[in-house]
């Protein structure tokens, strides 16, 4: 088919990312199928023993360019780019040009800006603003026309904005693809220069295929960062050997225990696990390809087929073959590429086809394909009645069946990076925390995670902690930059300095950092989240002795150590323990040491991190509830989901309509 060249570029900057230790993912999209991309060692996913079709990736039927997108380590993934670019000319290798449309709330945001409104009378009629809806639709809205009477230069704003909205505001770069050409690309199209000896094309996306320039899309994923660094300190473990049927993982798959591991965190795919009972690696690619709209609707009846409680029928008994190892329930494109090439003798190349067409739902087209089908099964020895229902049954599917290869593509990582997490938690623990430095919501979540697995948390120290998390004796050190106001550049500066030499005291710190990016804000936010805590002094103490140290560090900056007389520390009684948890609460946005469930103490308050010793039992817990979600049930009665959490950890809870009335007093903040 003339794809050789296309292959063996794949192939290099694939061959150089691994040999440079850079993390490429095991393969992603149909082309996790093809048996040639396997055997160059582009993705690490035996299609054979998957039943993954390559037809699904590339046939002689196609029309469009083949597609083989990667995923790599998303901190140096632009060094893959770099070396393409090298490899074959600056002119040659652009990265794409996207447009940033002028959206409803930004178009209103713009125009407001020049006629020099008040940014807080803007932002208080933006919040009018449906920014699912275009600006005539929202112009429906009561309270928008209601705004918009009372005020001619918002009106006069708004119908200047509604002539403005959609046209492009300025130019970004696509996420992902990259333009490779055997030519110069500017014999081509124009190219626009972004630094000295780097370019991207003129054109967007839509330009450049009907131009039939070559795409390939170079991923950046997060999680294989996270992946990288990790095995990075743990040199036993090679990333690509990890076995897919370890027992500890799957357990960590039955146990729930999905915090941080790609596509298994989210609530609903915990819930989908819980009713599961995983047993193997395919397990997770059905979860994957189920845990979507559209399938969802099949996930109970798959899952009371796998155990037995359901019946699993098939339409004829040669679909056997195809439906047998997804209970009868079709779940996969290739399935339906399968279908009919045993039914209607559809070449694999054809049914590919067929499956595009029944997902674009082109009523002309699906005709002339169901007659075609009818025709070709029923000279196949199948009934008309029996070919009309498999024909109904794969349109159905079409719309939503899964790409396989994707999908196992997908179960790899998610398992391997389960397979880290549990049997080397701590440093998973670690990469995780650090991945999600500055995101509150998630520090806090897998903070509690690690009280959860008696991973204890060191408190920040002036003298022992990082830029990010480290584990020291196999306890978990809290970096200086999880405190609120302490960026990268004090951080730097604090530990650049503590090469040095330890810091000795209070005021030997305040004498050798002040003054820089270290001010009096930072120092009381450093007290604030107990960085001090080797200097046994507490918080009141510190805080009523930084005028002195301030003025002891400044009369040393002038003159010799020795010719100045170290100021005596003034003791002072500690802060009540509610002003303590307040000012922990503002230096890290939740609670790391105290909490307000700590004084709750006696005998029948049950822990969170116990609740499970005690299933089908009743018990009594105390948590400060974080989140109320309610809902109606099917009565119209008020029901609600809560989150709460006390010092061991985070539970949801769940308050039918008897019990409502007990947090009709609570609001969400």
Do not use: W
Request: with cysteine.
């Amino acid at each position: 088919m003339g794809f050789c060249n296309y292959f063996l570029v794949v192939f290099d900057y694939v061959r150089y990312s691994k040999r440079n230790d850079i993390l490429v993912g095991p393969g992603r999209g149909s082309a996790a199928g093809s048996l040639v991309s396997y055997s160059l060692g582009i993705t690490d996913i035996d299609p054979i023993k998957y039943d993954l079709l390559f037809e699904r990736f590339l046939n002689p039927e196609r029309v469009t360019m083949p597609d083989i997108d990667m995923d790599f380590d998303a901190s140096r993934r632009d060094e893959v780019i770099k070396y393409v670019e090298n490899k074959y000319g600056n002119k040659r290798v652009a990265q794409i040009l996207t447009f940033s449309t002028l959206k409803a709330k930004q178009v209103l945001r713009d125009i407001s800006r020049i006629f020099d409104i008040q940014a807080q009378k803007t932002d208080d009629f933006i919040k009018l603003i449906d920014s699912n809806l275009s600006l005539s639709e929202n112009k429906k809205s009561d309270l928008v026309k209601d705004r918009l009477e009372k005020d001619t230069l918002l009106t006069r704003i708004y119908d200047i904005a509604s002539h403005l909205e959609n046209l492009k505001r300025q130019t970004s770069i696509h996420a992902a693809g990259v333009i490779i050409s055997r030519e110069n690309l500017d014999r081509y199209i124009p190219l626009y220069k972004i630094s000295d000896d780097e370019f991207i094309t003129g054109y967007d996306m839509t330009y450049l295929e009907e131009l039939g320039l070559l795409k390939m899309d170079f991923l950046s994923i997060t999680n294989l960062s996270l992946i990288s660094e990790l095995l990075s300190e743990i040199k036993s473990v090679n990333f690509s050997k990890i076995p897919l049927d370890d027992k500890k993982t799957i357990e960590l798959f039955k146990s729930v225990d999905t915090d941080g591991i790609f596509q298994f965190e989210s609530t609903g795919m915990k819930n989908v696990l819980r009713k599961f009972n995983v047993e193997s690696f395919d397990d997770l690619a059905v979860i994957i390809a189920l845990f979507r709209p559209g399938p969802m609707e099949n996930i109970d009846s798959y899952i009371r087929r796998k155990e037995g409680k359901e019946k699993v029928t098939y339409l004829t008994d040669d679909l056997k073959p195809i439906l047998e190892s997804t209970y009868g329930i079709i779940i996969y494109q290739e399935q339906i590429m399968q279908i009919a090439s045993v039914m209607a003798g559809y070449t694999l190349g054809e049914a590919d086809i067929l499956r595009r067409a029944m997902s674009k739902k082109k009523h002309e087209i699906m005709d002339s394909e169901r007659e075609k089908f009818i025709s070709r099964s029923i000279n196949k020895g199948y009934s008309e009645e029996v070919s009309n229902k498999v024909f109904d049954l794969i349109y159905k599917f079409a719309d939503y069946g899964f790409n396989k290869s994707h999908s196992v593509g997908y179960a790899t990582v998610s398992f391997k990076m389960a397979y880290l997490k549990a049997h080397y938690r701590i440093y998973f623990m670690k990469h995780l925390l650090t991945m999600v430095s500055g995101n509150d919501v998630k520090t806090r979540q897998y903070i509690n995670e690690c009280k959860n697995n008696n991973i204890e948390l060191l408190m920040p120290s002036i003298n022992d902690s990082d830029y990010d998390y480290k584990i020291e004796n196999s306890k978990l050190r809290f970096p200086l930059t999880g405190i609120k106001n302490i960026g990268h550049l004090v951080c730097r500066e604090i530990i650049e300095e503590r090469k040095k030499g330890e810091y000795k005291s209070f005021f030997d710190f305040i004498k050798r950092c002040y003054g820089k990016s270290v001010n009096k804000r930072v120092l009381e936010s450093l007290i604030d989240g107990d960085a001090f805590q080797s200097f046994n002094l507490n918080h009141r103490t510190l805080k009523n002795n930084i005028e002195r140290a301030i003025g002891y560090s400044e009369l040393v900056a002038d003159l010799d150590d020795s010719l100045v007389e170290k100021p005596i520390v003034e003791l002072y009684d500690e802060y009540p323990i509610e002003d303590l948890m307040k000012s922990e609460l503002n230096s890290y946005g939740f609670y790391l040491t105290n909490h307000p469930a700590s004084r709750y103490n006696t005998k029948d308050i049950m822990k969170i991190n116990h609740v499970k010793e005690y299933f089908n039992k009743h018990i009594k817990t105390v948590v400060l509830i974080t989140n109320i979600k309610k809902i109606k049930t099917k009565k119209n009665e008020d029901m609600a989901f809560l989150t709460g959490q006390d010092e061991t950890g985070i539970m949801d809870f769940t308050l039918f309509p008897k019990q409502i009335k007990l947090i009709n007093n609570i609001k969400n903040q």
